[in-house]
């Protein structure tokens, strides 16, 4: 079983920002996501890129607020958040296929998943 694990997560003031990180095997990944679950709610899509980089899939509700991006040599994935809100507040998690295709927001499209990190959006 091939893991991802997150990791940045925290407490931060609306308008901060925050980056997380996923890790993972690029061998075993095409495309990866990001998703978050809110207390109460479903789990829902936020953001997916190929492992390999270049294309990019964003929800409306973070659209030129999180950027992805890459760390080759060190094998991680970045999720930079910005301008946050209390209502990204959610447990995020990183997400893995092994499918190459960055347009499908579905959980059931990702195979593997790690163990979720917090983010809390308070003043």
């Known amino acids: 079983q091939v893991e991802l694990v997150e990791s940045g997560g925290g407490l931060v003031q609306p308008g901060g920002s925050l980056r997380l990180s996923c890790a993972g095997s690029r061998r075993t990944f095409e495309t990866m996501a990001w998703f978050r679950q809110a207390p109460g709610k479903e789990r829902e899509f936020v953001a997916s890129i190929l492992w390999s980089g270049g294309l990019t899939y964003y929800a409306d509700s973070v659209k030129g607020r999180f950027t992805l991006s890459k760390d080759n040599a060190k094998n991680l994935r970045y999720l930079q958040m910005n301008n946050l809100k209390p209502e990204d507040t959610a447990v995020y998690y990183c997400?893995?296929?092994?499918?190459?295709?960055?347009?499908?927001?579905?959980?059931?499209?990702?195979?593997?998943w790690g163990q979720g990190t917090q983010v809390t959006v308070s003043s």
């Open positions: 997400a893995g296929t092994s499918r190459r295709t960055v347009g499908v927001p579905r959980l059931d499209y990702f195979t593997n």
